[in-house]
């Protein structure tokens, strides 16, 4: 309905009928021209170009001129190079900007993953920063260490004056005296170890 109503109207020029040129799928084209250009950029090609130069030389030098089809000043050779020239530079421009599309996609996803490496590395070095001031108010292995083996000197020093006073204990015992006094009732004097 477009149509009619588009072709009945003064004030816009008539479409006249476009040529439509083939339709391709640019992946499978840029893929293609891929492979020339890469073919192009090989050792092999620069020998078989050269082979084929020189054959087609030497036949339009040495064979009978009636077998001949481009004479000495080599036109038809030269117009076949001229037009492989002129289709090598466009493939191998087009491959050059496949190239650059895809290093560019390259480029985003290192930017994106070296990104999301940054962010990771600052909450890691939060994470490790809030452990140091948590660890702060949190004894360490050595004041541990310290304390307990302090601990156990004075453990040590209370067994050792335990061990003290069942001796005195006992000699008392022996000698057959109260506590802290000798048989007339007379305390004897003791330091805080119990010795006399």
């Known amino acids: 309905m477009a149509e009619p109503r588009r072709a009945q109207r003064l004030d816009q020029p008539r479409e006249r009928n476009r040529i439509t040129l083939p339709r391709f799928d640019p992946e499978?084209?840029?893929?293609?021209?891929?492979?020339?250009a890469r073919f192009m950029g090989t050792a092999k090609f620069l020998v078989y170009m050269t082979v084929v130069i020189l054959l087609w030389i030497g036949w339009n030098v040495l064979a009978p001129p009636t077998l001949r089809f481009d004479p000495y000043t080599f036109t038809f050779l030269t117009l076949v190079l001229s037009l492989q020239a002129s289709y090598a530079a466009p493939l191998i421009l087009l491959a050059?900007?496949?190239?650059?599309?895809?290093?560019?996609?390259?480029?985003?996803?290192?930017?994106?993953?070296?990104?999301?490496?940054?962010?990771?590395?600052?909450?890691?070095?939060?994470?490790?920063?809030?452990?140091?001031?948590a660890m702060g108010e949190v004894a360490t292995r050595d004041f541990l260490r310290s304390e307990l083996s302090r601990l156990a000197e004075e453990l040590d020093d209370q067994a050792q004056r335990r061990q003290r006073l069942e001796r005195i204990q006992q000699h008392r015992e022996l000698r057959g005296t109260g506590p802290r006094g000798d048989r007339n009732g007379f305390e004897e004097p003791y330091d805080d170890l119990g010795n006399r």
């Open 96 to 133: 050059q900007n496949r190239q650059a599309d895809r290093d560019r996609v390259a480029q985003d996803e290192d930017r994106r993953r070296a990104a999301m490496q940054k962010a990771d590395t600052e909450y890691l070095s939060r994470e490790i920063a809030s452990l140091r001031i």
């Open 28 to 36: 499978a084209f840029g893929a293609w021209s891929e492979g020339i």
